[in-house]
């Protein structure tokens, strides 16, 4: 979970109260958090790099509080203060608004040409708000974490903020070749493009970030009306634009491949700093007018809060509670959801931009029962009593687990995303449609879910290929299979995939192991006499690119093919750089299962 650092003073004065550890520890846990400890600045140091008595590092006390990875409205100080100030009742809840200025209103032109790269950007503008070290200090903070949460370390969502003084809308955000793009980038002091300062940033924090972009022939970049950079999105900001202590209006820009949640990043960015006062006045929040290439426009950010209807005796139910429809409005509120009474049990709760983690009714029931205090609901005997037992594929799973490495396999535990190429092509195998495609996947060696075990097997052996021949790895995990009659459109199939990478094929051990499954699972040869009773299986000779010519076979249960065996064709393994053979078995081992189930 993400954890936050907050000053004592600063949250006792936001609280207007001092709390002892013990008072401050019950608040957190009453709320749903946990106080991991009380440290310094200096002390944290030392944690980390090992230094001591470094200048200029403060001694007061930090709360080191672990936050819900879906609470990013408590990822900074500001937040965690009007949350605990809205459950002790110490603010009523607070209305966001942002305004309409009309022509004053700043504009983004979003260009056709980012559309492949980075497709979505959202922005608004704080007004008015008066930069301290502390508030500086917050609002970076917030965005380092935003970045790593729901922003999926910027892949998914990126935060630009800018002093909007520096700049001359409107605004424009497109994609250019990286020499290009020519700009001082933040905490830098010369010119460069983006080739040049890509690879100034190779070694340092931002290192990370980079292959988010370096596989794209056009960088997206953002620029003013006077062709001034602001940023290049997800990796840095521009030096002319960067935030002081002297800036007084702030521009953010949110850009990424999932409007949802840039929404809810901005909706986050805004709402925290937008209850700041300078000299009595608040922060001002002002629309920005996204004018797409499509001629469709969208004015952001969008703070009207969800307007819901709950029904209090399900609540009840859920939680093991009996409040009435008064109590449970109170609690609503206590947590900053606003609830009014409705007709009969009907209670209308409106959900503020703050709450992007609240999706179900259930989320909101959960927010009751924290009001109402875990450890204040009644306990009871559950009305059903059961004995739990393992799930008979699971159970069959270990059993073959434990078989084939007495056989003299190492198990091995491979991904379940792969790439097309070492799914399909790399397996000399054509494209059937049968696989589940990522989107948005951040690399092509994630973009779809295996539908067979092998090629993370034969990574694998790639990987280890150095170790002393013969190399022999196994692996009873799931693959995944498009399938429209699951509600879901596609389901899991239960594998067993095992290879042998030595000197010669070594398809007789292959062969071997897959007689001892069938005989461990009570499955007799085609070949025996067919007085022997019981289920049977058997090898028929295939044509498959995958394998050497004659030296590949489908793997038939009860007359359904359940896999195949064979060693493997050597452009196969060119594919995966291995230099010697490699014989391979994989089956389903479901159908054994159902037969079992049947009888």
């Known amino acids: ?73 408590l990822l900074c100080m500001e937040g965690v203060a009007r949350a605990f100030n809205i459950y002790l009742g110490n603010i009523p809840i607070p209305n966001y608004v942002a305004s309409d200025v009309g ?45 790593q949460n729901i922003g999926r370390k910027r892949a998914i969502v990126s935060i630009g903020t800018h002093d909007l003084d520096t700049l001359q809308g409107p605004f424009t955000y497109e994609t250019r070749k990286p020499e290009d793009i020519k700009f001082i980038a933040l905490g830098k002091d010369k010119e460069t493009n983006a080739v040049e300062l890509f690879k100034q940033l190779e070694v340092g924090h931002l290192a990370p970030y980079l292959p988010l972009l370096k596989d794209k022939s056009e960088y997206p970049v953002i620029t003013d009306s006077k062709g001034t950079v602001l940023s290049l999105p997800p990796i840095i900001n521009g030096e002319h634009s960067k935030i002081t202590l002297d800036t007084k209006n702030v521009f953010i820009e949110v850009t990424g491949t999932n409007l949802a949640r840039c929404q809810i990043v901005l909706n986050i960015m805004v709402t925290m700093f937008s209850e700041y006062e300078t ?121 073959l687990r434990m078989e084939v490495a007495m056989a003299g396999f ?102 071997g192991l897959l007689d001892r499954v069938m005989l461990l699972l009570g499955v007799t040869p085609a070949f025996v006499k067919k007085e022997t009773k019981g289920l049977r299986y058997s090898l028929e000779a295939i044509k498959s690119d995958m394998y050497l010519e004659g030296r590949g076979a489908n793997v038939v249960f009860d007359g359904e093919v359940i896999g195949d065996i064979g060693v493997l064709h050597p452009e196969v393994l060119k594919h995966f750089n291995l230099d010697a053979p490699v014989s391979i078995v994989e089956i389903n081992i479901e159908p054994f299962l159902k037969k079992r189930q049947s009888k």
């Open 279 to 399: 000299n009595g006045n608040k922060v001002q929040v002002e629309y920005v007018e996204i004018q797409d290439s499509d001629n469709t426009v969208l004015t952001t950010p969008d703070l009207k809060g969800l307007e819901w209807s709950i029904d209090s005796d399900k609540a009840n139910k859920y939680i093991g509670t009996k409040c009435d429809n008064a109590q449970v409005v109170k609690f609503l509120n206590q947590m900053g959801l606003r609830g009014t009474q409705g007709e009969g049990n009907n209670i209308k709760v409106v959900i503020p931009p703050t709450r992007g983690d609240i999706l179900h009714a259930v989320d909101v029931y959960e927010d009751i029962a924290v009001a109402y205090g875990f450890n204040n609901i009644p306990k009871t005997t559950p009305t059903a009593s059961t004995i739990g037992r393992q799930q008979p594929l699971n159970k069959l799973t270990e059993l």
């Open 103 to 147: 022509a004053n209103k700043q504009i983004m032109k979003v260009k056709s040409n980012v559309k492949s790269v980075r497709p979505v950007i959202v922005c608004a503008v704080l007004r008015g708000l008066t930069f301290t070290k502390e508030v500086r200090k917050s609002f970076i903070d917030l965005q380092d974490k935003l970045h």
């Open 1 to 73: 979970m993400p954890v936050v650092y907050l000053n004592k003073k600063q949250l006792d004065a936001l609280l207007k109260r001092s709390f002892t550890k013990e008072e401050f520890t019950q608040l957190c846990f009453d709320y749903g958090l946990e106080l991991d400890g009380i440290t310094t600045e200096s002390d944290l140091h030392k944690n980390e790099t090992g230094e001591t008595g470094k200048i200029g590092l403060s001694e007061e006390p930090l709360y080191k509080i672990e936050i819900p990875a879906n609470r990013y409205d």
């Open 410 to 511: 190492t198990e091995v535990l491979s991904f379940v995303l792969t790439s097309r190429a070492d799914n399909y092509s790399g397996l000399r195998l054509a494209e059937d449609n049968r696989a589940v495609r990522v989107a948005n996947s951040v690399s092509v060696k994630n973009e779809i879910c295996r539908t067979r075990m092998a090629p993370g097997l034969l990574l694998t052996l790639r990987s280890n290929k150095q170790h002393s021949l013969p190399i022999r790895l196994f692996e009873v995990a799931d693959v995944v299979l498009k399938d429209p009659q699951n509600p879901v459109g596609a389901r899991n199939e239960r594998h067993l995939c095992a290879v042998a990478l030595n000197k010669t094929s070594d398809f007789e051990l292959i062969h």
